[in-house]
T-cell receptor
């Protein structure tokens, strides 16, 4: 299995531009998670889905952030408009239902907003 | 969410055992203890988990106190590749509506392994 796939791996954009991050979870996994990691705030859960349905988006910082999961093999995290404070590494993870519910993380997308 | 407390950093020598402590005094009966680690420039990876009994796998051992208020991740022979941030996380499997699948990461322990 290729593991969780994220694209792009690096993104540099200017303030005000739209940014779309993509994630392909491991086949057969029921849950998909989006995290953001910064030096100041550490690793934060933004939103997660179960069977393509958003379960908890309480970590989404504001309306500029949106996430979708149109099918079991694809999810996007969109930032519009982007701001410099959005600069971070964004991770996608997926897991099976049950215990231990191990989350498998992708390599991350390093976003820099100028 | 029940909280965990870990030392900010620890240092070890290669080939020696490492004991990474975690305090979780407010743990509930439905909380599983999970350990993840994050190698430099990578996403976190699962290490081990347990509920009440000590656990062993190919990566590490997990020793859980009898009252479950603390646990220790044991790396039996540290290698340079074990240098990472280690996170101790409580996962509540008693939650409703899928909330029990959330993992809340703290700051973890930065483990440095000296050659």
């Amino acid at each position: 299995d290729a593991g969780v796939i994220q694209s792009p791996r690096h993104e540099v954009t200017e303030m005000g531009q739209e940014v779309t991050l993509r994630c392909k979870p491991i086949s057969g996994h029921d849950y998909l998670f989006w995290y953001r990691q910064t030096m100041m705030r550490g690793l934060e859960l933004l939103i997660y889905f179960n069977n393509n349905v958003p379960i908890d988006d309480s970590g989404m910082p504001e309306d500029r952030f949106s996430a979708k999961m149109p099918n079991a093999s694809f999810s996007t995290l969109k930032i519009q408009p982007s701001e410099p404070r959005d600069s971070a590494v964004y991770f996608c993870a997926s897991s099976f239902v049950g215990i231990p519910g191990t989350q498998y993380f992708g390599p991350g997308t390093r976003l820099l907003v100028l | 969410d029940a909280k965990t407390t870990q030392p900010n950093s620890m240092e070890s020598n290669e080939e020696e055992p490492v004991h990474l402590p975690c305090n979780h005094s407010t743990i509930s009966g439905t909380d599983y203890i999970h350990w993840y680690r994050q190698l430099p420039s990578q996403g976190p990876e699962y290490v081990i988990h347990g509920l009440t009994s000590n656990v062993n796998n190919r990566m590490a051992s997990l020793a859980i106190a009898e009252d479950r208020k603390s646990s220790t991740l044991i790396l039996h022979r540290a290698t340079l590749r074990d240098a990472a941030v280690y996170y101790c996380i409580l996962r509540d499997v008693g939650g409703r509506g899928g909330s029990n699948y959330k993992l809340t990461f703290g700051k973890g322990t930065l483990l440095t392994v000296n050659p």
